[in-house]
Nanobody
Framework: QVQLVESGGGSVQPGGSLRLTCTVS????????MAWFRQGPGKEREFVAS????????NYADSVKQRFTDSRDSDKTTVCLQMNYVQSEDTAAYYC?????????????????WGQGTQVTVSS
């Protein structure tokens, strides 16, 4: 089993920054991909970013490219999503997910393990 716990959510003004952390336990992650998804009010859960644990290779949704950065800390077994220049459209519950694969995918059905989510609200 892989356990995932998100933290770092909160309220932020448009144009500001926020850093989300996903703390991972339960497995060695060399063969895993980690991803961030989000679900806004009345919306489907959508892909935000992924990172392949083995080499740190990342992939982003078009809506967050150049603004969000996904990274991992192997020593701390954490994954972080640095969110810069946030917009009202970024308001959502953000979820960390894990899949045992070396080919990270963008569809939520591919991911076996999920955190409980952390809320991000962008408002002036």
């Amino acid at each position: 089993q892989v356990q995932l716990v998100e933290s770092g959510g909160g309220s932020v003004q448009p144009g500001g920054s926020l850093r989300l952390t996903c703390t991972v336990s339960g497995r060695t992650l060399d063969n895993y991909a980690m991803a961030w998804f989000r679900q806004g009010p009345g919306k489907e859960r959508e892909f935000v970013a992924s990172i392949r644990w083995r080499d740190g290779n990342t992939n982003y949704a078009d809506s967050v490219k150049q603004r969000f950065t996904d990274s991992r800390d192997s020593d701390k077994t954490t994954v972080c999503l640095q969110m810069n220049y946030v917009q009202s459209e970024d308001t959502a519950a953000y979820y960390c997910a894990a899949e045992r694969t070396l080919r990270p995918r963008c569809n939520r059905q591919a991911y076996d393990y999920w955190g409980q989510g952390t809320q991000v609200t962008v408002s002036s």
